[in-house]
């Protein structure tokens, strides 16, 4: 039976794939160190758990309102007030299944046919294949190294159409873990300034931040309220990538339609895993200052360690827990008979070679560079570098 276009069109989870791939040759017994998991190697803070145990011994497994509990709406307004500073309505939130979900409803409720999105590239791989379901067109704004990853203003202006319905911004960013700053934000608002133009913020590293703070672009171009959809979640902050709760703040109208499409579609969150994420939300936040310290130490570890290998370079990753070096010195290498052309083979050697799991660029928009997640532990760090360093060195120029 012949697929629908759209489902032959889609391109893989290139993160899930190279997640799954190393867990299958590790249960068939093969020593693999995996740097793509995107997700905390920590569990899920013991109150949060217990408020879902509790949700489940009081009988709170059946339907709730679509876009989520009461409780978890006004959980997600008090959030975004202490977070942001932000007054939002439970009218102007929603939640959904994860904040991918989120992502992809809103995508469904803003795009018609032929509807442009600005993403910046490097960008996380499922907005491009998110936004071509909804039969909106992926417009990918080319970001230099040399500007850290990040949007500048008169990148932006230069790729803004007649045809742009919105523009995406992640800080910080997955995979680059770099993090926009008011001066660049404030920038980008200045382009956008009387133009009807959507701004999808995605912040679900939000808390992850190493140096320096986290800035929203409403911060400093509040005017903007009216068109900007702020999307977060549990899953990266509390360690609950498995429980699947994301959320939105935005425009009633958006939010509404949000909620329509997600009635036919998935209806609620999972009930009691809105019990957990309102603990999360709103119970004892200094699970995440202890995260945050751990994974400090570990970037550093980390992107020294890459920085030691010869003809590699990594910038230090602001937020979030991705390392992003650049692998374009050994772009022309062999090995044998295979040329190392990118990052795709790149990552094909060292799981080959190395047994070691990292994520191509490509997929993000960077053929050059590699994604590592320091969301493991130290001996992973330091033995999957090692690997990486002495397999690098068999590679012949």
């Known amino acids: 039976m012949k697929l629908s276009k759209r489902a032959e069109s889609l391109q893989p989870s290139a993160t899930l794939a190279i997640t799954s791939k190393a867990k299958q040759l590790k249960a068939e017994g093969i020593d693999v160190i995996g740097f793509g998991a995107g997700e905390p190697d920590f569990a899920t803070p013991g109150s949060i758990v217990n408020a879902a145990i509790k949700s489940l011994e009081a009988g709170e497994t059946h339907y709730t309102p679509v876009g989520g509990s009461p409780a978890l709406k006004s959980a997600i307004c008090d959030f975004i007030k202490r977070e942001y500073g932000l007054e939002y309505s439970a009218a102007e939130v929603t939640a959904s299944c994860g904040a991918k979900h989120t992502l992809f409803n809103i995508f469904m409720a803003l795009l018609d046919e032929g509807d442009e999105v600005v993403i910046p590239a490097p960008?996380?791989?499922?907005?491009?294949?998110q936004v071509a379901l909804a039969g909106g067109v992926p417009v990918i704004a080319e970001?230099?190294?040399?500007?850290?990853?990040?949007?500048?203003?008169?990148?932006?202006?230069?790729t803004l159409t007649p045809k742009t319905k919105a523009v995406v911004l992640n800080s910080p960013s997955n995979p680059s873990g770099a993090m926009l700053d008011a001066d660049r934000l404030a920038g980008i608002a200045g382009v956008l300034e009387g133009r009807d133009i959507v701004v999808i913020s995605d912040d679900i590293y939000h808390k992850l931040v190493y140096e320096g703070?986290?800035?929203?672009i409403l911060s400093v171009a509040p005017a903007l309220k009216d068109r900007v959809i702020i999307v977060n979640g549990v899953s990266k902050t509390y360690a609950m990538t498995g429980w699947r709760i994301g959320f939105a703040a935005g425009p009633k109208n958006i939010i509404s339609a949000m909620e329509k499409i997600q009635g036919q579609s998935t209806s609620n969150p999972t009930s009691f895993a809105q019990r957990g994420a309102i603990e999360a939300l709103i119970g004892d936040q200094s699970c995440v200052a202890e995260m945050?310290?751990?994974?400090?130490?570990?970037?550093?570890?980390?992107v020294d360690s890459l920085n030691a290998i010869d003809k590699v370079t990594c910038a230090m990753p602001t937020g979030a827990f991705y390392a992003f070096p650049s692998i374009a010195a050994y772009v022309g290498a062999k090995f044998g008979e295979t040329v190392i052309n990118d990052s795709m083979d790149i990552a094909a050697f060292l799981l080959e070679e190395a047994k070691v799991a990292v994520v191509p660029g490509t997929p993000f928009g960077a053929p050059m560079n590699m994604r590592l997640s320091y969301a493991t532990s130290d001996n992973n760090i330091i033995e999957g570098v090692r690997r990486i360093r002495e397999a690098f060195g068999k590679l012949e120029f």
């Open 123 to 129: 960008y996380w791989v499922s907005y491009p294949e």
């Open 143 to 158: 970001v230099s190294e040399g500007e850290d990853f990040l949007l500048t203003p008169e990148i932006l202006e230069a």
């Open 213 to 216: 703070e986290f800035v929203s």
């Open 292 to 302: 945050v310290d751990t994974f400090k130490k570990r970037r550093q570890l980390l």
